[in-house]
């Protein structure tokens, strides 16, 4: 990111605080990985339903577990979920993106646009259920199913780009030099989508965690371990028993990390203004 | 004789992220019925934000506009807005802009977004805006007028589009039109029809028009009078033949030192003047020109010069030729 | 017209690789009924039986022609589970769908657009900020959260009580609106933020078009500049979006609610094809899905021609 | 529900301003309806599928049965229904044969000549059997009369041609069945009170082939008005036979029954309610939500809901708010829960190698001691649930009250000193896999279940979830022996405790319903001699026994049986049961409209 739009950035209260709350998260999910923090998650600590207290800030679930570690743990998931996710989707992305946007309207260009739509006109949740088939419902099975779904956004508008890269003059020049198409690509193309690339790994990002969580409250996310979603899942049960614990744990975290992001996002495109992504 | 418009002391600020800078810097002039004035300066002065001021089409928040009155035909429409404001836009006053190309709206034909005009501005049924249109289409020189109407504004030449918008900047018969630029993106022979036109209104219904450009010799040809803008502000103001005939501001004598002269004998530019024009975000104080100017003294930096009368025109200079 | 010929082409390109992903995916890699329909202590024997049955024996290629043929003449079979003809229960779910989606589904692109044009005439006023923040908010939200929560606000004793937890007895307009209202809140809060934002950045550019100054420089009321100038210039890209959200709104959209709500529809159907491994209706809905979508491609470049006089000429 | 509907035609005049006239939604018709609810829905409606309590639920009221239970007679007795009497069996046992009654129809249908419903005949009773033995009806009930009725079997395997006659399954003439046995069958009349048994007619299975599962052809007391995946609607079958109800058959007990109103029933003539709606309502809070709604006359109370339905435990006494409203009944599920170990994996199971068996025999042992069913009845079963040593619930005779509780007792010191003896440490303990299908409560009873071992220092790393989006899913996994640890539940089929001990008879292993693959010599003879015998004082000692030998291998964390809270309207008059007796009942809900108003 450039100094200009680092000022730019700086000076857009949202965005500051949108990547504040982010930060906030991360900070979480690295706690909870390097096991500092919601360690406790699975020990039954209390009674069923026991009400928030000081012992369990956010009183205890059906079995009796501390819904404030479950909670935390949560967030690592859905943090660890949206950058495997992010990180993948968004290099797939790039990669054939910019390889059918460089090939122009040749045969690579065809395929990849042909699978982009293919896996578009695909109901997702249907696609994640039959990836979670296919994989035997392998842990990575919801991973998977996202990644192969998200690329695509990212795929298209890479490609544009590079297709008006392409033309410049510095790449004619490149070409001039007689460096090969994969060198300019990754020496002169690329590095000028990276704004985008930016933006779009935010988006991807709010998605993922989105997904993450609607997917482990039907059952095709999160296997062993506990999620925003899964805690949903129970809440949808409880809630209309009169337990809110779950659900007000879970959806007030969701909220405010998708909320961070999303403010992160708008900041970022305005810093960087490549025009509002569109979701 | 009485003039048709009057701007007094018409000032424009940009709001742009908390600074706010002045683009147009209390100015005044008037422009009579029948004949045509000239606004001169170099791009990024302020001419296009001046007209665009006039027919109250900067809004709040990103714009500020004041005046001590904008009068067309003596009443004051710098204070109206909204109903009242828009009765006026295109009836009494109307605009020729400098894009034709993308100044009208691809998706419709230029029948219809005439006909619109005539609709909003004079009760006829359809049909008899329909003629209208068709007249005034012709008026313009439109041979086919039946096709032109029919036409998509992509499927006509810059010119032939400009003319249209001449159509219907006059298909009202309004008082005054600014025509802003209306021949800089044209072929030479487009910018004669376009001027030719211009010139007819004048005659016919005694429209008052403010010719907008940076071009000296289409402001000499084609207007009486003259008003020379730099930064904002008017530094000089006088009849066509008067000014260029004999230049009082150091600035409008080194615009008329760039025009060529036709023929070989001379070199095409003579003693430009030096340096460049501030950005309206950091103007110098006092005369923006001062820098600029050889006969440039410390008065002339510490406060704006006010015009005054010199040779038939007015002067905004401590020290004019 | 050999622009349509490439379309259709396409099309048909688009087809064939739905069918083969969804068919590897859900049918060959996919759920397997037979234990449901073993009875208790079955033999490997029976097994195998059930299976053949199933015609889960045959080669791939074969069950693959027959997935192809089984779309193109709309013969989709019997489910696996209830044996009533896969095409009878998408008669009977897909008309509900449409009922409870469509209300929620135009709403919300609807007030999408009005706010909007709000947003965009008004540009960097206060109401402009509002409108975008409340769209950021309105993003940040899960559907999942934004179902739970209208249940118990409005369907429960917790709440104001007021509509149905689940169920879908609709006789007449009263009962009708008795049951879509809160699937149609629901809907309408999830999209709006999205399709606020979307449109607010379209309508923006189109407002700041050299064309509008002039429409106003002749007068032109605001009404008539944004219904009938801005908003037919920016068609196409909402066209675009609605027709794209069309086949997803309707299977993995309602599919969300329905299960929630318990609305027997076509998300219903699919959801519990999935979790009784009801192959013939799994394989149908993702077929079907497909078609609907290479459609709103092919029907949508055409609106484009009909839309812009730009791209007649091509 | 007014107070609903102004909700509802406020929001209209929000949304499309305003809509005059209101009707109550659900129709408000002059007839009598009975709302039922279901945790889940029936997938299929052909009897020979009706493997579901859901299925069985509705198949037996669209379908006659041979026999039925008592209506209120409990412990529950079997009752002639389509059958005239109770079958006359031979002195060797070998030869059973039962008379039908005369002059039943079946519903018309354009399957039938000129669509009116024939006569119900005996060989009906043959073909529907011999339905279960086609492969392509992908039957589901065979398994209860495999290897019973004289060639049967073979007449299978030589493709199932029903114009071939089964030499032990004969229509003697149009109202006269014959069954022949293989070797006694003290349980055969139970099997002809299940939906399983039901008779179909040959040209309904001819002319709609699988569709049958979705349009049913019976001669049941209700007909199929129509169905989706979240309601059925039913509604009386006008030319159902005309039995007069008698208190005195169906076992009425004033003492325990005095206050349910079921006199007004003496001498009416069932089915008594115009129409049925059963509503499928997988989500429990949905379901209780949707019944304090009113919009349900009955429900089996979900557990999450326990605490606000009921005032106290022991006895169960329901709170004051809902006293006026409701009936309130509490019946102990013929079935039981437990958690089994798949025996036939070496990691936990039998081991050719003797050592590693007893340690594996330890280790089960150790773990059956650590679970702790106090605390597994008291969060998913309110405390209410009947925690029993072995697999002999309390519902069947059988079971003995005096069997030592040491087996269902947790004793974590005796646990550990298992392990510790066995050499078992956190490092060498195996790795197991325990199963089960998507749900969150099954996800809770799992995370319970490992929070359970981790407390005699079973690493929880080392106990794996294993998760199937489907219980089919899930059956494969563990009849392909891919599951360690099977939790899993058994309802009764029939109310002989033979059903249960035949989870664990070896040749029942799985893919069998004897998933723990448990196969002990002894109990596989014991329970041979015991199949032809009849419930007695002798059969009751050889089960018993078995049920020591089950627990003394450990072999099975065992087990529990929940208590079901049954609540209906006040204005319903009924005895509803979950369990036998299935869907039967449905036929003598009535509704007292001397209070017509709906709730």
Request: hydrophobic share 45%.
């Amino acid at each position: 990111m450039t100094g200009t739009a680092w000022q730019r950035l700086r000076d857009n209260g949202p965005g500051i605080a949108g990547l504040c709350i982010v930060l906030v998260f991360a900070l979480v999910a690295v706690c909870a990985w390097s096991g500092l923090l919601g360690q406790g998650w699975a020990q039954v600590t209390g009674g069923r339903w026991e009400s928030a207290g000081p012992d369990h800030w956010f009183g205890t679930n059906l079995l009796g577990q501390d819904i404030l570690a479950r909670t935390l743990q949560g967030a690592a998931n859905a943090i660890e979920t949206g950058l495997i996710v992010t990180v993948f989707s968004i290099f797939l992305g790039a990669a054939l993106g910019a390889l059918s946007g460089w090939s122009g309207r040749g045969w690579p260009d065809e395929l990849v646009l042909w699978i982009a739509g293919v896996l578009d006109s695909i109901p997702f949740y249907l696609f994640a259920a039959a990836v979670a088939y296919a994989l035997q419902g392998h842990e990575w099975s919801m991973h998977v199913a996202m990644i192969v779904t998200f690329w695509t956004t990212t795929a298209r508008i890479v490609r544009g780009e590079v297709m008006r890269i392409k033309s410049r003059e510095f790449v004619e020049a490149a070409r001039a030099m007689g460096l090969n198409g994969f060198t300019i690509v990754l020496r002169h193309v690329l590095p000028n989508t990276l704004h985008i690339l930016v933006v779009q790994a935010t988006i991807t990002f709010v998605a993922a965690i989105k997904t993450e969580v609607i997917l482990s409250f039907l059952g095709l996310g999160v296997k062993d371990g506990v999620s925003w979603g899964l805690m949903l899942a129970e809440s949808s049960q409880e809630v209309l028993a009169g337990h809110f614990g779950n659900f007000l744990a879970a959806s007030i975290s969701l909220f405010l990390l998708l909320m961070g992001f999303n403010l992160l996002a708008d900041a970022l495109q305005d810093a960087l203004d490549t025009g509002k992504v569109i979701r | 004789m009485k003039p048709v418009l009057e701007v007094r002391e018409l000032s424009v600020r940009a709001n742009s992220s908390g600074v706010r800078h002045r683009l147009v810097d209390n100015v005044s002039f008037s422009i009579s019925a029948g004949q045509a004035t000239g606004l001169v300066g170099e791009s990024g002065c302020g001419k296009t934000i001046t007209a665009l001021a006039i027919m109250g089409l900067l809004k709040e928040p990103a714009f500020t506009v004041t005046a001590a009155a904008i009068e067309l035909n003596g009443r004051d429409i710098s204070r109206l807005g909204g109903r009242q404001q828009r009765a006026l836009l295109g009836r009494d006053i109307a605009m020729v802009f400098q894009q034709p190309g993308t100044a009208l709206d691809p998706v419709f034909t230029l029948g219809q977004q005439i006909t619109r005009v005539i609709l909003r501005h004079r009760n006829e049924t359809r049909k008899q805006a329909r003629q209208t249109m068709l007249q005034a289409l012709g008026k313009v020189g439109f041979a086919d007028a039946e096709a032109f109407a029919a036409a998509y504004p992509h499927e006509l030449s810059g010119g032939m589009r400009q003319l249209a918008m001449i159509a219907m900047a006059t298909v009202c018969r309004p008082a005054v039109v600014l025509a802003d630029e209306p021949t800089t993106a044209l072929d030479p022979g487009a910018t004669a029809l376009i001027l030719q036109q211009l010139k007819r209104l004048q005659a016919d219904h005694g429209t008052a028009v403010l010719l907008i450009s940076h071009d000296l010799a289409v402001i000499r040809k084609n207007c009486r009078d003259a008003m020379i803008m730099y930064c904002g502000r008017i530094l000089e103001a006088n009849g066509a033949g008067a000014l260029f005939a004999r230049p009082r501001h150091p600035y409008t004598a080194g615009l008329l030192a760039c025009i060529p002269r036709i023929g070989p004998r001379r070199p095409a530019v003579v003693d430009a003047i030096g340096g460049q024009v501030p950005a309206m975000t950091d103007l110098p104080s006092g005369c923006h020109f001062a820098p600029r100017c050889e006969r440039a003294d410390p008065t002339c930096s510490r406060a704006a010069p006010p015009p005054e009368a010199l040779g038939g025109g007015t002067v905004a200079c401590y020290r004019p030729l | 017209m050999p622009y349509l010929a490439r379309r259709l082409l396409h099309g048909i390109a688009l087809l064939l690789g739905v069918t083969f992903v969804s068919f590897l995916l859900m049918v060959y890699f996919g759920p397997d009924k037979t234990y449901d329909l073993v009875g208790k202590n079955p033999t490997p024997q029976q097994i195998g039986e059930v299976r053949h049955e199933l015609g889960y024996d045959r080669p791939f290629l074969q069950r693959y022609g027959d997935y192809l043929r089984q779309l193109l003449t709309l013969d989709l079979g019997l489910s696996d589970s209830s044996g009533e003809p896969v095409s009878a229960m998408l008669e009977r779910s897909v008309p509900v769908s449409l009922a409870l989606v469509l209300p929620g589904f135009v709403l919300g692109n609807l007030l999408g657009l009005a706010f909007a044009m709000l947003a965009a005439w008004y540009r960097g006023s206060w109401l402009d900020k509002l409108i975008t923040s409340a769209s950021v908010v309105g993003m940040s939200i899960s559907f999942l959260i934004i179902i739970i929560a209208l249940q118990v606000l409005l369907c429960t004793p917790y709440g104001l009580n007021l509509f149905p937890v689940r169920g879908w007895k609709v006789e007449g307009l009263a009962s009708y609106l008795y049951y879509v209202t809160v699937p149609t809140l629901a809907l309408v809060l999830v999209t709006l933020g999205y399709n606020t934002r979307y449109y607010r950045a379209i309508v923006t550019t189109e407002a700041e078009r050299d064309h509008v100054r002039t429409l106003r420089a002749f007068g032109a009321s605001p009404v008539e500049i944004m219904f009938r100038h801005v908003l037919k210039n920016s068609l196409i890209p909402i066209l675009t979006r609605v027709m794209f959200s069309v086949p997803l709104v309707f299977v993995s959209g309602s599919l969300l609610l329905e299960s929630y709500f318990g609305i027997p529809g076509i998300g219903q159907v699919t959801f519990n094809a999935i979790t009784s491994d009801d192959q013939p209706v799994l394989k149908a809905v993702v077929g079907l899905t497909g078609v609907l979508f290479a459609l709103a491609l092919s029907v949508n470049d055409l609106l484009y021609t009909k839309v812009d006089p730009r791209l007649t000429e091509r | 529900m007014l107070k609903k509907l102004q909700g509802a035609a406020l929001l209209a005049l929000l949304m499309l301003g305003g809509c005059g006239q209101s009707p109550d939604p659900g129709g408000k018709v002059p007839v009598k309806i009975y709302r039922h609810a279901l945790d889940g829905a029936p997938a299929s409606l052909d009897p020979a599928q009706a493997a579901s309590i859901y299925a069985n639920f509705i198949v037996v009221n669209l379908y006659d049965t041979l026999y039925r239970y008592k209506y209120l007679a409990r412990p529950y007795r079997l009752q002639p229904n389509l059958a005239a009497a109770m079958p006359q069996i031979s002195d060797d046992g070998l030869t059973v044969t039962i008379r039908l009654k005369k002059g039943v129809h079946f519903v018309d249908d354009p399957a039938f000549a000129r669509g009116k419903g024939r006569e119900v005949t005996a060989g009906d009773f043959v073909y529907s059997i011999e339905r279960q033995f086609d492969p392509r009806t992908r039957a589901q009930g065979a398994w209860l009369w495999q290897h019973r009725i004289v060639g049967l079997d073979e007449w299978k395997t030589r493709g199932s041609h029903y114009d071939e006659e089964v030499p032990g399954l004969r229509a003697l003439d149009e109202h006269t069945v014959q069954i022949r046995l293989t070797r006694p069958f003290p349980q055969l009349a139970h099997t002809l009170a299940q939906g399983f048994s039901a008779l179909v007619p040959r040209e309904a299975v001819e002319k709609y082939g699988l569709q049958l599962a979705s349009h049913p052809v019976g001669s049941g007391p209700f007909k199929l008005l129509q169905r989706d995946g979240s309601r059925a609607v039913l509604v009386r079958n006008p030319d159902y036979r005309k039995e007069p109800f008698d208190l005195a058959t169906e076992g009425y007990d004033p003492a325990t029954q005095g206050h349910l109103g079921l006199e007004a029933l003496q001498g009416r003539f069932p089915p008594f309610v115009d129409r049925l709606e059963i509503e499928f309502i997988t989500e429990d809070a949905a379901r209780w939500n949707s019944f304090a709604a009113g919009e349900l006359h009955f429900i089996k109370v979900p557990v999450s809901q326990f605490d606000n339905v009921l005032s106290q435990r022991n006895p169960l006494k329901l709170s004051a708010q809902y006293e006026g409203l409701y009936h309130f009944a509490a019946s102990e599920e013929a079935g039981l829960i437990y958690t089994n170990f798949n025996m036939a994996d070496k990691r936990i199971g039998y081991s050719s190698d003797p050592v590693r068996n007893r340690r594996n025999h330890a280790l089960r042992c150790a773990m059956v001691k650590a679970f702790d069913w106090r605390r597994r009845n008291e969060i998913f079963f309110y405390d209410i649930g009947r925690v029993f040593p072995g697999i002999i619930p309390p519902a069947v005779p059988e079971y003995d009250p005096a069997e030592d509780r040491g087996y269902t007792r947790r004793d974590l010191a005796r646990a550990r000193a298992l392990l510790r003896d066995n050499h078992w440490t956190a490092d060498n303990l195996p790795t197991l896999d325990y199963g089960f299908p998507n749900s969150v409560t099954e996800r809770q009873i799992f995370e319970q279940f490992r929070n359970f071992m981790s407390q005699i220092g079973y690493p929880p790393e080392k106990i794996r979830p294993m998760i199937f989006a489907t219980y089919g899913d899930y059956q494969r996994a563990y009849s392909q022996g891919k599951v360690t640890l099977i939790n899993s539940s058994w309802t009764m089929d029939y109310p002989d405790a033979e059903n249960i001990m035949q989870l664990y008879y070896g040749p029942n292993a799985a893919p069998g319903s004897n998933s723990a693959s448990y196969d002990n010599p002894e109990y596989n003879r014991l329970f041979e001699r015991a199949a032809s015998m009849s419930e007695s004082p002798e059969r009751t000692r050889i089960y018993r026994r078995m049920n020591r030998l089950l627990m003394h291998d450990c072999a099975t964390i065992s087990g529990i049986s929940r208590t079901l809270l049954f609540l209906w309207d006040k204005h319903v008059i009924m005895k509803p049961d979950r369990s036998f007796l299935g869907g039967y009942f449905l036929r003598f809900v009535d509704i007292d409209d001397s209070a017509e108003d709906e709730p």
